[in-house]
Nanobody
Framework: QVQLVESGGGLVQAGGSLRLSCVAP?????MGWFRQAPGKEREIVAA????????YYTDSVKGRFTISRDNAKNTVYLQMNSLKPEDMAVYYC?????????????????WGQGTQVIVSS
């Protein structure tokens, strides 16, 4: 069973930035970043197609977060700028060989264990 590994979480002040990284299971996988805050359901944050040509963002992060990938390194990134307290959550990387819509819907075959993002106000 392939386990994705996230890195880059931590503590940051509101308005600050963090970059999350995730090693993908392969270059042909569509990838997504999800988050789950205490007491809330897991939600999609951003997703990217295997080629990097198509991206998706949930409305609350548009203009602040950027998802990208480096297929030479099999790595997907989530650059998070202008962080807000409401962005605080455990962030999960996920991958699937199906469509990008499948990833956005959360039907992913591979998941990471999560990395904590704490935003202090």
């Amino acid at each position: 069973q392939v386990q994705l590994v996230e890195s880059g979480g931590g503590l940051v002040q509101a308005g600050g930035s963090l970059r999350l990284s995730c090693v993908a299971p392969g270059r042909t996988f569509n990838m997504g970043w999800f988050r789950q805050a205490p007491g809330k359901e897991r939600e999609i944050v951003a997703a990217i197609s295997w080629s990097g040509g198509t991206t998706y963002y949930t409305d609350s992060v548009k203009g602040r977060f950027t998802i990208s990938r480096d297929n030479a390194k099999n790595t997907v990134y989530l650059q998070m700028n202008s962080l807000k307290p409401e962005d605080m959550a455990v962030y999960y990387c996920a991958a699937d060989s199906g469509t990008l819509s499948t990833v956005v819907a959360g039907f992913c075959g591979y998941w990471g264990q999560g990395t904590q993002v704490i935003v202090s106000s």
